[in-house]
């Protein structure tokens, strides 16, 4: 089987649909860093234990997210959490 290198880079891209409208905040766990782009528009550059600024996004709408993700050696690991004050 095909090994992974040490060294790589990975990128999701997909839809997110916010529940409400409203201020959401984006938090990373990720071994190296991965940057974070939310309708197309840079966020933030998660390192392990981060939150991102808040952005507004309007609940039941469909927005694109994309994660640039970069592993420099050993161990690779990504989560990304969102949460809004609006939704409990």
Partial sequence: ??????DFS???????TPPVSGAYQFY???QDSAKVLI???????????NWSPSV???GGIPVPIQI?????????YMRLKWQ???VH
């Fill in 10 to 16: 990975a990128r999701w891209t997909g839809w997110l």
């Fill in 1 to 6: 089987s095909a090994e992974v290198p040490a």
């Fill in 39 to 49: 309708d197309g528009k840079f966020l933030f550059e998660g390192v392990w234990g």
């Fill in 28 to 30: 990373s766990e990720v």
């Fill in 56 to 58: 507004n996004l309007a």
């Fill in 84 to 86: 809004s004050a609006s």
């Fill in 68 to 76: 640039d993700f970069r592993d420099y050696s050993g161990e690779a």
